[in-house]
């Protein structure tokens, strides 16, 4: 049974010259989470931010950092992004290390892990470890970039997914993650996305951005009055 949408904003679709105000108009426009995606232009095909940005943000809001890392080597840095103030660090189960290991260590560091799964990744990949992390991430974009349109082939994996973890009883969230909008968070919340990033459909509004977190929550919670 998937809770009451969250709508997480991602940062990466933000003006970086003056990125901290933008995490001060997310925060005002009632989003319940910070997304921080982190790409080492080995794992995607561009760079973005390291642990100094996430910390240089990090005193503007008590709200939860959840820090996306796209990069080949989580276990180097882990535990750079808990000491620049990360709650929850997600990593990819397509890297080359053992996901056991990288959940100890963002464990150790005394934080939540997160694991992620690109589209074309089966779901087969993360059944191993969904007793072991506190939210999973589902790709529905090729990560790399915001602003790319969200891949609707990826629903059927988000329902099998949301289907293995009710019928295991875990308490955990999934997260959708790529062209979330006001024209699909509807189906990837009736899908199973609970924790719902939105980067582009967020920040290309200007000014305040209250009322597109409200339209957002109320475009995902349509869906649910519409199946009770
Ligand atoms: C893509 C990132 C996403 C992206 C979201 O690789 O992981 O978090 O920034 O932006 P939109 O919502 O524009 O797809
Ligand atoms: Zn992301």
Not at 76 to 103: M, T
Not at 165 to 187: A, C, F, S
Not at 207 to 212: A, E, I, K, N, V
Request: charged share 25%; aromatic share 4%; hydrophobic share 45%.
């Amino acid at each position: 049974m998937r809770g009451a949408p969250q709508i997480s904003a991602s940062i990466l679709n933000a003006d970086f010259s003056r990125l901290g105000d933008e995490v001060d108009r997310a925060v005002a426009g009632g989003v319940d989470s910070i997304h921080l995606d982190v790409m080492d232009g080995h794992f995607v095909d561009n760079l973005t931010m390291g642990p100094v940005v996430a910390a240089a943000v990090r005193p503007r809001t008590h709200l939860p950092f959840h820090s996306h890392l796209m990069i080949s080597n989580p276990l180097a840095y882990a535990e750079r992004f808990a000491d620049a103030g990360s709650d929850l660090i997600i990593f990819h189960v397509e890297v080359d290390a053992d996901p056991a290991r990288v959940i100890e260590a963002i464990e150790t560091a005394g934080k939540r892990p997160g694991i992620a799964l690109n589209p074309e990744t089966p779901a087969e990949s993360v059944l191993p470890w969904l007793d072991r992390v506190d939210l999973l991430l589902v790709m529905t974009v090729h990560p790399g970039w915001g602003g790319q349109p969200f891949l609707r082939d990826v629903l059927p994996k988000i329902r099998q997914l949301r289907g293995e973890i009710d019928r295991r009883g875990l308490d955990l969230p999934i997260g959708i993650d790529g062209g979330v909008k006001i024209d699909t968070i509807g189906d990837a919340h009736a899908a199973g996305g609970e924790v719902l990033v939105v980067g582009s459909g967020l920040y290309s509004t200007d000014g305040d951005l209250g009322p597109t977190v409200a339209a957002l929550r109320e475009a995902a919670r349509a869906r649910d009055n519409a199946e009770t």
